[in-house]
């Protein structure tokens, strides 16, 4: 399901009368890959409801370039929900996802391995979406990641050979 930014308080409300742990997570899900979709899977086993939140296509470019992204926000959403693993996904347009997290009220908010450490010397947004979460009862758990098994590596392989095969 693709669940609107306007709808996401009512759909909460719904979770939590009915008793289920909602687990969110977020990113920018550019070219889905084998470190997505375990990330995703071992998200969606601490709760009853697994949220992904997808930046914009402008977020995506604000955070990584002006090459990316190389799919949609549609499409990257439209590929996300399909996920057995994955509930809901809901396009947030913001460079953090403070403001979605606010309306999201997740009981677990769970963020890669990458972000281990000193969330105040590595990532102050993190830090930041950290503080809403805790804001509202939840919590933020880490989960490792999949060495080697990134959108980045994966472009870098594709336009290297590319390139190899065209010169």
């Keep these: 399901m693709i669940l609107e930014e306007n709808k996401i308080k009512q759909w909460r409300k719904k979770l ?18 084998v470190g997505h979709t375990s990330y995703l899977e071992e998200a969606s086993t601490l709760g009853d409801v697994l949220l992904v939140g997808c930046n914009s296509d402008r ?5 990584k370039g002006s090459t990316r992204p190389i799919n949609t926000q549609e499409d990257r959403a439209a590929v996300l929900s399909a996920l057995r693993s994955v509930d809901a996904v809901s396009i947030y347009d913001e460079g953090d996802a403070c403001d979605f997290l606010g309306l999201a009220e997740p009981d677990i908010y769970v963020k890669g ?15 930041r979406e950290r503080l809403v979460v805790e804001k509202s009862g939840g919590i933020v758990k880490l989960l490792s990641l ?3 098994k990134s959108t980045t590596r994966l472009i870098d392989k594709i336009t290297g050979q590319l390139n190899l095969q065209y010169l």
């Design 59 to 63: 977020s995506v470019r604000e955070l």
């Design 146 to 148: 999949l060495e080697g």
């Design 113 to 127: 391995g990458d972000y281990s450490g000193n969330w105040e010397k590595k990532c102050p947004v993190a830090t």
């Design 16 to 33: 939590r009368s009915e008793g289920r742990k909602l687990v969110v997570t977020n990113g920018c899900f550019d070219l889905l890959h």
